[in-house]
């Protein structure tokens, strides 16, 4: 069965690790749309922190203490920087993910695009899936504050590693949003997809700027056309809940959501992704099995509940397992 | 006494801190200006080796046993690179050193000049002396060569570090040459000085891409302008031999001669620089003891034969002082 699944970099890399391992003997080909939103250039080096993270996990290197980069780091480099006095004293940039950069940045000054660049440093390990850019243009996320000690604007990376969420955020804005398209392999992946999966990822700040997310307060249109590109294919696009009662799987969700003015739960979450049959994204929708009494306040999507929380290898293929398994029910209505 | 030095880099990076240091009691303003035909964009990175290995010999953080890159290096990047399947076999990318092209990159990217930029890192250490590029365009030295198994064109590093001087050579190209200034700092050093030194260091691809060299089989025109300050400089100019009886003091620099048809000789490369009465650029010239027989093939420049061999730091700096007074006695007529 062919599996795409759109996903955002710590928790994505987890969830489509799992995925990739509890399957890995039903000859499922897995694609991973990455969310390229967290993307940014550094000193002249292009930085893609949630295909990087999702690479790590699939090739078994990621440090899976901080979830992100790599294991058995060094800091050279950054000790170097600093020395010059150059340099994002909130943003490490580690020896072994450096070489990362380097290389792709190589790559896309020889005309490469973002997609074939993942692809060529992909092939290095064996990670069993195929890694895919949302787009191959830049679509950096940006960030309002409202602060008055802060830049009115500040890079998602910025705000999230620096301020940690901090300096009273009102709205996110996707920068060259306008003259992007999906990548080919991306739409290729949700055309030929028999199951569609929404990783547990943050929904605004790593699925909402691929698929789009409209808040109360502010709305993030996603990558023109991938939207549509989900409503229009033949497989059921079931979602994850990110949201475990009432607080975030991991990272900073709840906090992306109040920015947007969506609700701490999973049913508003999924209420926002919206019903594919009336005009959304979804057709089912896991929750934790403690948010069970939350399906009732789904419309339009089927909905079940089993355990979210990704604690360790088991659980995670556990997950992925439902997910797939669920998936299925709705594709033979 | 201000003293404006014409350096390459590993050569000129012994030379100028000999200078230094030999001088230091002196009140000496020291300017060195850099050669910049070996710098090159490798994955993105802007690498200046030149003034790097100059940078670095002041600093004293220079790895003394090979004279170019730093000490207590480590590869780790490059073997990323490798696994990637990227990078430059024949150009190994060291990690302390690659810190010093990422800071240089992020400068240039967030609109320094190379002169800017290249202050910047030298800020880092007190390298006592003033560090210039002889432009702030690029004009990267390119080599045609006539092997059928090679490339018709590479850049001078490929020729110099892969091939080591091989695949015939028939010429040397400054691509970029015609849109290139001088920097103004090097316009500044030199029209102040009052003394100019032509290092050691390779007087066709060091100092011949900054000041021009016209070979019988081959001319660089160097860099617009650059030349012709000099020979309108207050100040006299002292050139050190880079020959001592038919061979270069490091480097290949008799391989560089042989391909614009300059015979390796210590007053052939005199003759070539030209007597400044003459439209040339020396005022003196010196050579090494065992070539004082040279002296006399002289025409219209004072010479003085020393002991050229920096093999430690004592016949360096005796050498530098050796310059510095020979230059006084050329200033006093």
């Known amino acids: 069965m062919k599996i795409a699944v759109f996903a955002g970099g710590v928790g994505g890399g987890r969830f489509v690790t799992a995925l990739r391992d509890a399957t890995s003997n039903d000859g499922h080909e897995i694609s991973v749309i990455a969310n390229i939103g967290d993307d940014m250039w550094l ?15 699939l090739a078994g290197v990621v440090d899976t203490s901080r979830g992100w980069g790599r294991r058995n780091e060094t800091n ?34 020889a005309g490469s695009t973002l997609s074939s660049a993942t692809r060529q440093l992909a092939s290095r390990w064996p990670i069993g899936v195929t890694l ?19 830049p009115e604007y500040v890079h998602f990376e910025e705000w999230w590693v620096r301020l940690r969420g901090g300096g009273s955020p009102v709205s996110f ?14 739409l290729r992946a949700i055309s030929d997809a028999e199951l569609i999966i929404l990783a547990p990822s943050n929904p605004v700040v790593s699925i909402g700027t691929m698929l789009g997310f ?23 696009v079931v979602g994850v809940s990110p949201i475990i009662q009432g607080a975030p799987v991991r990272g900073m969700a709840d906090v992306c959501l109040n920015v947007v003015g969506t609700p ?7 209420k926002t992704y919206g019903a594919r049959s009336e005009g959304g994204l979804l057709d089912g929708w896991l929750v934790d099995t403690g948010d069970a009494q939350d399906l009732d306040r789904l419309s339009g999507v089927s909905g079940r509940a089993v355990p979210l929380l990704m604690s360790n290898r088991e659980t995670a293929e556990a997950l992925a397992s439902e997910a797939v398994e669920f998936g299925l029910t709705l594709a033979d209505r």
Chains 1, 2 share one sequence.
């Not at 480099?77 to 940045?105: C, N, Q, S």
């Open 43 to 57: 000193s002249g080096l292009k930085i893609c922190p949630d295909l990087d993270s999702i690479m790590y996990a």
């Open 76 to 109: 050279r480099i950054a000790g170097e920087l600093d020395a010059y006095e150059v340099g994002w004293p909130w943003f490490t940039l580690h020896d072994l993910d450096l070489a990362t950069h380097i290389a792709r940045t190589g790559m896309l000054h």
């Open 132 to 150: 895919i850019p949302a787009s191959d243009q830049s679509v950096e996320t940006w960030v309002r504050l409202t602060d008055p000690n802060e």
């Open 173 to 186: 804005h996707q920068k060259g949003v306008h003259f992007s398209n999906p990548s080919a392999g991306a």
């Open 214 to 236: 409209g808040g109360t307060k502010c709305s993030l249109s996603g990558i023109p056309g991938l939207r549509n590109a989900v409503r229009a294919a033949p497989a059921p």
């Open 264 to 270: 701490v739960r999973s049913s508003e979450v999924a």
